[in-house]
Nanobody, 117 residues
Framework: QVQLVESGGGLVQPGGSLRLSCAAS????????MGWYRQAPGKQRELVAA???????NYADSVKGRFTISRDNAKNTVYLQMNSLKPEDTAVYYC???????????WGQGAQVTVSS
């Protein structure tokens, strides 16, 4: 059974920081590309950041320079360090695992991030 469990969400003031974690089980973590997506109320889900199995990263323009994605294959965990948070970063953040050769995609349950004073 595949599980992606996010943690680390919460309420933070503008300019603050949070670190999201996503612990994976039931998959061969090291071969999966991992990503973080977010969905704000009334908006479509969008890609925030992704990291390939080889460690290459890409980011949405809106978070470049503020967010950092990383992975620890020994712990089967992917992280999203979020700095200089803005109210527009408020959303539910979802962890994603994708293995394209076999068309396998898995999602976590989501973690709420609220940026407000």
């Amino acid at each position: 059974q595949v599980q992606l469990v996010e943690s680390g969400g919460g309420l933070v003031q503008p300019g603050g920081s949070l670190r999201l974690s996503c612990a994976a089980s039931g998959i061969r973590f090291s071969i999966y590309a991992m990503g973080w997506y977010r969905q704000a109320p009334g908006k479509q889900r969008e890609l925030v950041a992704a990291i390939s199995s080889g460690g290459s990263t890409n980011y949405a323009d809106s978070v470049k320079g503020r967010f950092t994605i990383s992975r620890d294959n020994a712990k089967n965990t992917v992280y999203l360090q979020m700095n200089s948070l803005k109210p527009e970063d408020t959303a539910v953040y979802y962890c994603n695992a994708e293995y394209r050769p076999a068309s396998r995609v898995h999602w976590g349950q989501g973690a709420q991030v609220t940026v407000s004073s």
